[in-house]
């Protein structure tokens, strides 16, 4: 009988490093890996709506977090274990009532949390972190480098620290007492290293 795969987490506010992480996972292990972002679906079209909008600041807040809402309810109720090691990268749930928990949409953030425990659970889970300042580095290189890649998202670290701040710590609450999961701080660690950290909680190659 196949034993069954593996899907770990990997979660935290923007610049923590979670992307590379993950993309670093997959590069190490020849890619008997597979990758997912924020929806727990491959495919999902309420997400893909939600994000587009979101992207074209087409509706307020409140509007956006219902249909993110209807996203994650769509992937909870069409949820299926993975076939092949999985990395989910971020979720909708956490970063959702970390944005909506901070900012005061009370009525979005219920949802969330009662939704929290029908989520599904993962192998092992963490949350990447790091200093204000080396995040501020890192969105410097990526306007260097990529700059189509920079979201609004991104500015917050430099435009609004304490309200980015607040929700790094609400997400990190939130993700300890729903997922168990262990805080990596990024600040001083090499990708390598970040990998290796991870890999000292699970064998990302067994």
Known sequence: MQERANYIHIDGMDLAGKTTATQNIVRITNNEWNSRRNSLSGENPMYILADSLRLANAYDAETLGNLYVAALMGDIRSFKWPEKNTIQDSTIILRSLAYHTVRGTP???????????????FDAS????????????????????????????DLMVLKKPDKFLAMETCLID??????HSIVIDTTILTPDMVVGEINKNFNIKR
Do not use: G
């Open 174 to 179: 939130l993700a300890k007492q729903a997922f």
């Open 126 to 153: 963490y949350v990447l972190t790091a200093s204000l300042e080396e995040r501020a580095k890192r969105l410097q290189k990526r306007i260097e480098q990529a700059p189509q890649e920079v979201a609004d998202d």
């Open 107 to 121: 009525r979005i953030s219920e949802v969330l949390i009662d939704l929290l425990p029908e989520h599904p659970k």
